[in-house]
């Protein structure tokens, strides 16, 4: 059984750990606050675009642009977003679990894998995955940077045929307490058709143009609103983790205060019956 003196050695460090973990709660409740924001204020501009683009795409149905083709899927780019920290419970070990199960869908010589975020790069490092196209820093906010060259990288590998189909796997953001791992497709973009009582659009110069220059904006703008929620997520996911991490070590010094307690009364009684022997024994 562990001594008076080990039980109040382990409650300082206990003490020093719920300190930091207190600490690293509140850092993530500030981040999230503003990842929370940009995530949100994000995703309804994504939407929309989105939505746009698919009613200008079924109205110009003579336009035969190659994001708009449905193919036959047999190589897929696969962005996967986790995090560059860990302490966020079960966050990066969610991504990489819907990450395995839709390679094995796939099978891995089909994936074109893209690793972003240093905890993503080091997990499909570890298994054998090239790290050329990795996006290893993500940092506490939106690397405009890092979504163009996505962006970019995605369009190119679609035009050359060197992919059929472009997907991102990454957390949505719901709520400080929800979180959703989901896998999105990017690319191709689903044409649909013009409701009845609509008016007919009219492309000026041509719906080329207008695709050309509208096309690489949706694209970054998707990859943009998947980050921004995937930052929120990953704040969010820490901001509970440590707050369990805090209640649990709060838990383990009432315990061992109490352990504590008993073993000093314990002494106190010893040392009373040593007392009260010794002076029965004199008399």
């Not at 995530?39 to 190659?66: F, I, K, Q, V």
């Not at 949505?172 to 989901?182: D, H, L, M």
């Amino acid at each position: 059984m562990a001594t008076l003196k080990q039980i109040r050695r382990r409650i300082r460090s206990v003490q020093s750990t719920k300190q930091i973990t207190k600490a690293m709660e509140l850092v993530a409740a500030a981040k999230l606050r503003k990842a929370q924001a940009r995530a949100e204020s994000a995703r309804p501009y994504a939407e929309t675009m989105e939505r746009a683009l698919a009613n200008l795409s079924g109205a110009a149905r003579s336009l035969s642009h190659p994001l708009f083709e449905e193919r036959d899927v047999n190589r897929v780019l696969l962005l996967v977003v986790a995090s560059d920290k860990g302490l966020c419970g079960a966050f990066n070990a969610n991504v990489f679990k819907l990450a395995e199960n839709r390679v094995a869908e796939l099978g891995r010589d089909n994936v074109r894998l893209v690793p972003i975020g240093k905890r993503t790069c080091a997990y499909f490092e570890r298994r054998g995955w090239p790290m050329s196209d990795a996006i290893e820093h993500l940092g506490d906010s939106v690397d405009l940077t890092a979504v163009r060259q996505l962006g970019r990288q995605a369009v190119d590998l679609l035009l050359t045929s060197e992919v059929d189909r472009v997907e991102c796997i990454f957390t949505r953001f719901i709520t400080a307490a929800r979180r959703e791992v989901v896998n999105t497709p990017i690319i191709p973009v689903s044409p649909v058709t013009d409701q009845p009582g609509e008016s007919a659009y009219i492309f000026e110069p041509n719906p080329e143009a207008i695709f050309d220059t509208l096309l690489p904006s949706y694209i970054s703008t998707m990859i943009l609103s998947i980050l921004a929620d995937s930052l929120a997520s990953e704040f969010s996911a820490r901001m509970l983790a440590m707050g369990n991490a805090t209640s649990n070590a709060e838990e383990m010094i009432s315990s061992l205060t109490l352990t504590a307690n008993k073993l000093r009364q314990a002494a106190i009684t010893t040392e009373l019956l040593e007392i009260v022997s010794g002076a029965a024994a004199l008399e």
